[in-house]
Protein backbone atom coordinates (compact mmCIF):
# COMPACT_ATOMS: atom_id res chain seq x y z
CA UNK A 1 0.00 0.00 0.00
CA UNK A 2 2.93 2.33 0.89
CA UNK A 3 4.65 1.88 -2.59
CA UNK A 4 1.16 2.34 -4.41
CA UNK A 5 0.91 5.68 -2.36
CA UNK A 6 4.45 7.46 -3.35
CA UNK A 7 3.55 6.86 -6.93
CA UNK A 8 -0.54 8.45 -6.82
CA UNK A 9 0.87 11.39 -4.67
CA UNK A 10 4.10 11.85 -7.87
CA UNK A 11 1.64 11.51 -10.20
CA UNK A 12 -0.82 14.25 -8.46
CA UNK A 13 2.11 16.64 -7.98
CA UNK A 14 2.65 16.52 -11.78
CA UNK A 15 -0.43 17.44 -12.79
CA UNK A 16 -0.41 20.24 -10.23
CA UNK A 17 2.52 21.81 -11.10
CA UNK A 18 1.71 23.28 -13.71
CA UNK A 19 -1.50 25.05 -12.84
CA UNK A 20 0.25 26.48 -9.61
CA UNK A 21 3.81 27.31 -9.89
CA UNK A 22 2.79 30.35 -12.86
CA UNK A 23 0.69 32.47 -10.38
CA UNK A 24 0.91 35.71 -12.85
CA UNK A 25 -0.02 34.23 -16.09
CA UNK A 26 -3.22 33.35 -16.91
CA UNK A 27 -4.99 29.55 -15.51
CA UNK A 28 -7.32 27.28 -16.49
CA UNK A 29 -9.22 27.47 -13.15
CA UNK A 30 -7.83 30.96 -11.41
CA UNK A 31 -6.46 34.11 -12.57
CA UNK A 32 -9.18 34.27 -15.06
CA UNK A 33 -9.43 37.25 -16.84
CA UNK A 34 -12.36 39.67 -17.60
CA UNK A 35 -14.72 38.11 -19.89
CA UNK A 36 -13.85 34.45 -19.40
CA UNK A 37 -16.70 32.10 -18.02
CA UNK A 38 -16.07 31.82 -13.91
CA UNK A 39 -18.00 29.77 -11.13
CA UNK A 40 -16.66 32.10 -8.15
CA UNK A 41 -15.47 35.33 -7.90
CA UNK A 42 -12.00 33.58 -6.28
CA UNK A 43 -10.88 32.83 -9.74
CA UNK A 44 -11.06 36.39 -11.30
CA UNK A 45 -8.05 38.84 -11.39
CA UNK A 46 -10.78 41.44 -10.68
CA UNK A 47 -12.30 39.47 -8.04
CA UNK A 48 -15.72 39.74 -9.40
CA UNK A 49 -17.63 36.83 -11.16
CA UNK A 50 -20.54 38.41 -12.45
CA UNK A 51 -24.17 37.52 -14.16
CA UNK A 52 -26.59 39.72 -15.15
CA UNK A 53 -29.59 37.41 -14.66
CA UNK A 54 -30.41 34.35 -12.63
CA UNK A 55 -30.00 31.95 -15.65
CA UNK A 56 -27.35 33.61 -17.70
CA UNK A 57 -23.44 32.48 -17.51
CA UNK A 58 -21.05 34.20 -14.96
CA UNK A 59 -18.35 35.78 -16.39
CA UNK A 60 -15.15 37.75 -14.76
CA UNK A 61 -15.58 41.70 -15.00
CA UNK A 62 -13.91 44.67 -13.45
CA UNK A 63 -14.79 45.88 -10.29
CA UNK A 64 -17.42 49.04 -10.54
CA UNK A 65 -16.17 52.34 -10.20
CA UNK A 66 -17.28 55.25 -8.02
CA UNK A 67 -20.67 56.16 -8.79
CA UNK A 68 -21.51 52.60 -10.59
CA UNK A 69 -23.99 50.46 -8.99
CA UNK A 70 -22.37 47.81 -6.67
CA UNK A 71 -23.36 44.55 -4.71
CA UNK A 72 -21.35 44.18 -1.00
CA UNK A 73 -19.88 41.05 -0.34
CA UNK A 74 -21.51 38.58 -1.78
CA UNK A 75 -22.08 34.80 0.25
CA UNK A 76 -22.07 33.09 -3.39
CA UNK A 77 -19.33 34.34 -4.98
CA UNK A 78 -21.19 35.15 -8.11
CA UNK A 79 -22.77 39.02 -8.42
CA UNK A 80 -25.10 40.55 -9.66
CA UNK A 81 -23.31 43.89 -9.40
CA UNK A 82 -19.98 43.77 -9.02
CA UNK A 83 -18.27 45.13 -5.58
CA UNK A 84 -16.17 48.67 -5.46
CA UNK A 85 -12.40 49.25 -6.68
CA UNK A 86 -10.31 49.68 -3.39
CA UNK A 87 -10.55 52.54 -1.86
CA UNK A 88 -14.38 52.70 -2.34
CA UNK A 89 -17.57 51.54 -0.41
CA UNK A 90 -20.72 50.43 -1.63
CA UNK A 91 -23.65 52.31 0.39
CA UNK A 92 -26.49 50.10 -0.06
CA UNK A 93 -28.96 49.68 2.66
CA UNK A 94 -28.85 45.89 3.49
CA UNK A 95 -32.24 43.65 4.15
CA UNK A 96 -32.29 40.33 5.14
CA UNK A 97 -34.17 39.28 2.14
CA UNK A 98 -31.68 41.10 -0.61
CA UNK A 99 -29.14 39.09 1.58
CA UNK A 100 -30.26 35.63 1.25
CA UNK A 101 -31.38 36.75 -2.54
CA UNK A 102 -28.15 38.76 -3.35
CA UNK A 103 -30.28 42.03 -4.49
CA UNK A 104 -29.41 44.33 -2.28
CA UNK A 105 -27.67 47.01 -4.57
CA UNK A 106 -26.55 50.37 -3.91
CA UNK A 107 -23.13 53.17 -5.32
CA UNK A 108 -19.85 53.15 -5.27
CA UNK A 109 -18.71 55.94 -2.63
CA UNK A 110 -15.80 57.87 -2.17
CA UNK A 111 -15.92 57.75 1.54
CA UNK A 112 -12.84 60.54 1.75
CA UNK A 113 -15.23 62.75 0.12
CA UNK A 114 -18.23 64.30 2.06
CA UNK A 115 -21.33 62.68 0.76
CA UNK A 116 -19.51 61.13 -1.94
CA UNK A 117 -18.96 64.88 -3.63
CA UNK A 118 -15.85 66.39 -4.49
Known amino acids: ?18 ALSAPHERGLIFNLDTGELC ?5 CKSGCCHRHSGLSLARC ?23 CESGLNCEVDKTIVGSITNSDFGVCKDPRSSNGLR
Open 1 to 18: MANMLSPCLLLVLLLLAP
Open 39 to 43: LQSAQ
Open 61 to 83: APKAAEFQKCSPKSLYGVYYECP
